[in-house]
């Protein structure tokens, strides 16, 4: 094939130079002879060169990329797209639900994922159905989606023994439901409810949902691995809580917005008394337990979604508690503190160990005008409860600033 076309390029060059030749032998003024010499040069050497390079082309590639554009094969799009949405779930599942739908002419769709406990499903995403579905959780083996999820089997309706849906989901007389899965484990199920044109959902229209279904997990795996990574980079690995990065982070934007818009902001600095006699006395392990009992107590005294507690290092916890003063800082801190003294650590051990903290506590604007200098007074004012003998609450002020 590329040996026929270098010869038929090398021929339209020839028939090219030979048309030039002539004009410039034909009975017209020069200047005219010079200028059609030098359309034609240029026009037929263009020519010639597109014919060739058509020609070079596999028939095979001309013809599926003419496949793929008369009918817009919907799994080449998607793939397309996941590479442009993977790192965000909803974008990247509403684009395997719109494709999915025009696909196969649906009327409606939804996408539902497998919930943490693996008993039932919810919308994750959803297009043209009652807002009530977004609502509600279909248990597994319940209706369309929990039925295809439960026995992890593609689903076309209708067909002999398929399940129906049942509320919340649109009651059709013809639809698909399809397993979205990835190293055979189950995500959760791709449906489709009734059909644009009223003709029932056929083998070639479930053919086109699970091959869909099948990038679509891949996709809905890169976006968990992903959200997984960033996760474990900005958490403590052993008490489950942020880690000095997130804490760093989020000191920064809470401090930038208590300037902005001159709010109040308290830190915590708490730390473990006499950790090191409790990894000496009672080994590592139960060291490592006291810290993970520890970071549950404080979490009991914080504001969800508002309160940052982070691992600061070692045995040492930060609190970070936006939109609050001095007194509400000494208030949370003395909380805190008693929690954490008035109950042994490891009651069903055979040894229970009595643990306290000593807290310091600073207050933006009044201990410091900077993140660094606010951090600074709070990890001082701790080192000072633990120098007026441990088991207590200090605040920078106590200590002049």
């Known amino acids: 094939m590329k040996l026929r076309a270098r010869l038929l390029a090398a021929f339209a ?3 090219t130079v030979a048309a030039g030749v002539a004009l410039l032998v034909t009975p017209i003024p020069l200047r005219d002879r010079l200028l059609a010499f ?6 037929g050497l263009v020519v010639a060169f597109a014919v060739a390079e058509m020609l070079a082309r596999p028939l095979g590639d001309l013809s599926e990329t003419a496949s793929r554009v008369a009918k817009g094969d919907p799994v080449w799009r998607l793939g397309e797209a ?3 949405t993977h790192v965000d779930m909803r974008k990247m599942l509403s684009v395997v639900l719109e494709t999915a739908l025009v696909a196969v002419e649906g009327k409606a769709g939804a996408v539902f994922l497998l919930s943490a406990r693996r008993s ?4 994750k995403v959803g297009r043209h159905l009652a807002p009530q579905i977004a609502e509600q959780r279909i248990p597994l083996g319940r209706g369309l989606a929990g039925w295809a999820a439960e026995h992890r089997q593609a689903v076309l309706i209708p067909s002999a023994d398929a399940p129906v849906p049942e509320d919340p989901e649109p009651s059709e007389a013809t639809a698909l439901a399809v397993p979205l899965e990835s190293q055979s484990q189950l995500l ?5 409810y009734g059909r644009t044109n009223n003709v029932p959902f056929g083998n070639e229209d479930l053919e086109t949902i699970t091959s869909l279904a099948r990038q679509a997990g ?4 890169n976006v968990l691995l992903h959200q997984e990574a960033q996760r474990l980079s900005i958490t403590d690995g052993m008490t489950g809580i942020w880690n000095y990065r997130y804490f760093q982070m989020q000191m920064a934007q809470h401090f930038a917005a208590a300037v902005r818009f001159e709010h109040r902001l308290s830190l915590l600095v708490i730390d473990i008394d006499r950790f090191k006699d409790v990894n000496d006395r009672y080994g590592h392990q139960r060291g490592d337990t006291t810290l993970i009992e520890l970071a549950r107590r404080i979490v009991m005294h914080t504001r969800l979604n508002i309160d940052t507690l982070a691992r600061y290092g070692g045995e040492e916890f930060v609190l970070i508690l936006p939109e609050t003063g001095l007194q509400g800082a000494r208030i949370v801190a003395e909380k805190i503190r ?3 003294a008035a109950t042994p650590f490891g009651e069903g051990d055979d040894e229970p160990i009595g643990v306290s903290v000593s807290i310091g506590y600073a207050s933006y604007p009044e201990h410091g005008l900077t993140q660094q200098a606010l951090v600074d007074a709070a990890d001082k004012a701790m080192y000072e409860a633990k120098a007026r003998g441990r088991n207590r609450v200090v605040g920078a002020e106590e200590l002049g600033f």
């Open 338 to 340: 008693e929690e954490v």
């Open 188 to 192: 959760g199920v791709l449906v489709i």
């Open 38 to 43: 030098g359309i034609v040069i240029v026009v």
């Open 82 to 84: 996941l590479r442009v």
């Open 218 to 221: 891949v996709g809905i795996e």
């Open 120 to 123: 039932e499903l919810y919308v």
């Open 13 to 15: 060059i020839v028939l």
